[in-house]
């Protein structure tokens, strides 16, 4: 990335309707390439400006974590769209972009007539991307959802290993809400393409649900000759069978215990190998095994399963006699790749991931210095890094409604009529 390029999306314009994170992270990847953005927020502030609230050097609450990570560089107004003026200036502001993001819950983006088909009248251009809890069509199209939903309701929380010792866990990761606002900029980014040649908007739309099975894309197909298992396995989950009998056979089917690609418990910690390949040889007898795949066994099909097992079980009983150092510097040398299980604090503060440039540090001018995950490409040729700001509530309000052409007076009206809100740090 170099400092002194223009941004990739110089020049665009948008208006974010999102709400927690699908929408403002997708958002937020425009903004990282100077694109305009501009969030409409409720007029009592943004949810997540108040959930998880970080606290400044001074002692002064300010604006939730989950707000500051996906609002650099963007800009916000405050508006109460249950008014008719509110939604004038809403409908105005969406006229003046080249693209709105949003996330609203099915059937609330048309009352307000801030949809694709009630603005694309004024705004031929408008690209339009919108996330929903199960896509466009169906009887699940106005269902409400959320990553947690979503997860669940693809199947992704249990495959993604959510229950320790058969209860369900604590599962951190918004999977689907991450790879929906990913899949949306892509979207949006081949949409604008487009309309370079065309001069036409369009909607563009994907969901939550859509974002689950993105992510299982390895498992999730169903050949009708070859995995009759597992359409038994759906008949006997209707008819009763409990959840972990079924997660139990799943996971012998679609997860062997290969040897090669697992973790290992070390003298003090756990790690992850990837010996794939023609590396399987050397890692087992590195550890004092055999690779099944090298012996005659291996022709029986049926047994694989069990001298898989058998392979790694052994590699596990010498792997535990070293150290996790130890460990790592052997596979290392021998070019295998692998990585200790550590927690994600341990990565913030890791010099090797500060150099590898997925992590760079700022200034907050109310929190102070803060690490973040970088932004996740990089361009030879563009500048892609938000701006450090993040909005304080109402910040740009009259700077907002003046470009549209709002006089002072007019501005100053909507403020006391509580159509609209401004910051009160002046």
Same mark, same amino acid.
């Given at each position: 990335?170099?400092?002194?390029?223009?941004?990739?999306?110089?020049? %665009?314009?948008?208006?974010?309707?999102?709400?927690?994170?699908?929408?403002? +992270?997708?958002?937020?990847?425009?903004?990282?390439?100077?694109?305009?953005?501009?969030?409409?927020?409720?007029?009592?502030?943004?949810?997540?400006?108040? %959930?998880?609230?970080? &606290? $400044?050097?001074?002692?002064?609450? =300010?604006?939730?974590?989950?707000?500051?990570?996906?609002?650099?560089?963007?800009?916000? &107004?405050?508006?109460?769209?249950? #008014?008719?003026?509110?939604? @004038?200036?809403?409908?105005?502001?969406?006229?003046?972009?080249?693209?709105? +993001? @949003?996330?609203?819950?099915?059937?609330?983006?048309?009352?307000?007539?801030?949809?694709?088909? $009630?603005?694309?009248?004024?705004?031929?251009?408008? &690209?339009?991307?919108?996330?929903?809890?199960?896509?466009?069509?169906?009887?699940?199209?106005?269902?409400?959802?959320?990553?947690? +939903?979503?997860?669940?309701?693809?199947?992704?929380?249990?495959?993604?290993?959510?229950?320790?010792? *058969?209860?369900?866990?604590?599962?951190?990761?918004?999977?689907?809400?991450?790879?929906?606002?990913?899949?949306?900029?892509? *979207?949006?980014?081949?949409?604008?393409?487009?309309?370079?040649?065309?001069?036409?908007?369009?909607?563009?739309?994907?969901?939550? !649900?859509?974002?689950?099975?993105?992510?299982?894309?390895?498992?999730?197909?169903?050949?009708?000759?070859?995995? #009759?298992?597992?359409?038994?396995?759906?008949?006997?989950?209707?008819?009763?069978?409990?959840? @972990?009998? @079924?997660?139990?056979?799943?996971?012998?089917?679609?997860?062997?215990?290969?040897?090669?690609?697992?973790?290992?418990?070390?003298?003090?910690?756990?790690?992850?190998?990837?010996? #794939?390949?023609?590396? *399987?040889?050397?890692?087992?007898?590195?550890?004092?095994?055999?690779?099944?795949?090298? =012996?005659?066994?291996?022709?029986?099909?049926?047994?694989?399963?069990?001298?898989?097992?058998?392979?790694?079980?052994? %590699?596990?009983?010498?792997?535990?006699?070293?150290?996790?150092?130890?460990?790592?510097?052997?596979?290392?040398?021998?070019? &295998?790749?692998? !990585?200790?299980?550590?927690?994600?604090?341990?990565?913030?503060?890791?010099?090797?991931?500060?150099?590898?440039?997925?992590?760079?540090?700022?200034?907050?001018?109310?929190?102070?210095?803060? =690490?973040?995950?970088?932004?996740?490409?990089?361009? $030879?040729? !563009?500048?892609?890094?938000?701006?450090?700001?993040?909005?304080?509530?109402?910040?740009?309000?009259?700077?907002?409604?003046?470009?549209?052409?709002?006089?002072?007076?007019?501005?100053?009206?909507?403020? !006391?009529?509580?159509?609209?809100?401004?910051?009160?740090?002046?």
């Amino acid at each position: 990335m170099t400092t002194d390029a223009p941004g990739l999306f110089d020049g %665009i314009r948008i208006l974010e309707i999102g709400q927690f994170v699908a929408a403002p +992270i997708s958002a937020q990847l425009f903004a990282h390439g100077n694109a305009d953005v501009i969030k409409l927020e409720p007029l009592t502030g943004d949810l997540t400006r108040v %959930i998880d609230p970080l &606290i $400044s050097p001074e002692g002064e609450l =300010t604006e939730g974590r989950q707000y500051v990570v996906k609002a650099f560089g963007k800009r916000a &107004i405050p508006i109460d769209l249950s #008014t008719e003026a509110g939604r @004038s200036v809403a409908h105005e502001l969406a006229a003046s972009c080249d693209v709105v +993001i @949003s996330n609203l819950r099915p059937g609330t983006a048309p009352r307000l007539g801030l949809d694709f088909e $009630s603005l694309r009248p004024n705004n031929p251009g408008l &690209i339009y991307g919108e996330i929903s809890g199960y896509g466009d069509e169906g009887p699940l199209a106005t269902k409400p959802s959320l990553d947690l +939903i979503a997860q669940s309701w693809t199947g992704l929380r249990l495959a993604s290993g959510a229950t320790l010792d *058969g209860t369900l866990a604590h599962y951190e990761p918004y999977f689907c809400d991450y790879t929906a606002g990913l899949l949306l900029a892509f *979207g949006i980014t081949a949409a604008l393409r487009q309309r370079d040649t065309t001069g036409l908007g369009q909607r563009v739309s994907t969901s939550l !649900a859509h974002a689950g099975l993105f992510v299982q894309h390895r498992s999730a197909s169903l050949f009708e000759e070859t995995d #009759t298992w597992k359409r038994d396995l759906v008949q006997r989950r209707q008819a009763g069978e409990p959840l @972990s009998d @079924s997660l139990a056979d799943r996971g012998q089917r679609t997860a062997p215990s290969v040897f090669y690609f697992n973790s290992y418990e070390t003298s003090d910690g756990l790690v992850s190998v990837g010996a #794939t390949g023609a590396m *399987g040889q050397r890692f087992s007898e590195m550890f004092d095994s055999t690779d099944p795949r090298t =012996t005659d066994a291996w022709a029986d099909r049926d047994q694989r399963p069990e001298l898989l097992a058998e392979t790694r079980s052994a %590699i596990a009983r010498t792997m535990v006699k070293y150290t996790t150092v130890e460990v790592m510097a052997m596979l290392d040398n021998a070019g &295998i790749p692998c !990585a200790p299980l550590r927690l994600l604090e341990e990565l913030l503060v890791d010099l090797d991931a500060h150099a590898a440039r997925l992590l760079y540090e700022g200034e907050h001018p109310r929190l102070g210095r803060y =690490t973040m995950p970088a932004p996740p490409v990089s361009f $030879s040729g !563009a500048t892609y890094r938000a701006r450090p700001e993040v909005a304080v509530h109402g910040e740009h309000t009259d700077e907002l409604l003046a470009e549209l052409g709002y006089d002072q007076a007019t501005i100053d009206r909507l403020v !006391a009529d509580g159509v609209i809100a401004r910051s009160n740090l002046d």
